[in-house]
C-alpha cells in the first residue's frame, strides 16, 4: 500500500475506536437517586411561598441528537398534584437549551392521554432542579409569568428564583420576580 492510504486507513481504525469506546459512555444512563429541600412559589409574588420536599429517583441519559433525557419519577410533598404525578413513572425529553415537558397519563375516562404538567429544567446530573406547572386551562399558552414554580434544593425563596433564572435563563425573555 501506498503512505497517504495507509495513514488514511490508521486514522479511519483510530476514530472508530474512539467513537466505539466514547459513544456508549457519553449516553449511558446516569442513575439520579436525590432528595432536597426546594419552595414553591408564585412567580411575581413574593409573599406567596412555601417549603417543599423534592424527590429525584430515575436515570438521565444524553440523546444522539438532541439534549438530554429523564427517566424516572420526581415526586413534590406538600403538594396537591395530581395522584397520577405521584405514582407515574416520567419521561422528559429536554431540548438542546435544556428545556423538557412533563406529562402525566390521565386514564380518568375511557380515552387515555397525555396531558402537560409542567415545563421543567435540570441542573447537571440532577443536582438540581425548576418545575413551571402548567394549568390545564393554560396549557397551549403558558408562559413563565404569574405561574407557580418549584425550585430545589433552595432555602428561601430568593434562593429558589435565583435558581430559576439560572436554569431558565435561555428561555425567559425577563428574569423571574
Known sequence: MK??????????????????????????PKEVVTEFDGIMFKE???????????QLNGHINKRMFGGERYLGK??????????????????????????????????SNDDAKLVPHAYVSIGDKGTSIVLSLIKDEDAETHMFADSMMIAGPAADRAGAVDLANDLMRKFLDDPLQ
Not at 3 to 28: C, D, E, G, H, R
Not at 44 to 54: K, Q
Open 3 to 28: 503512505k497517504p492510504m495507509q495513514y488514511i486507513l490508521l486514522l479511519v481504525m483510530i476514530l472508530s475506536a474512539v467513537f466505539t469506546v466514547w459513544l456508549p459512555i457519553y449516553i449511558w
Open 74 to 107: 420526581i415526586i413534590v410533598d406538600k403538594m396537591d398534584v395530581r395522584e397520577e404525578w405521584k405514582t407515574q413513572t416520567v419521561r422528559i425529553n429536554f431540548n438542546t437549551k435544556g428545556l423538557g415537558v412533563m406529562y402525566y397519563l390521565d386514564e
Open 44 to 54: 411575581g409574588d413574593s409573599m406567596n411561598y412555601e417549603e417543599v420536599n423534592i
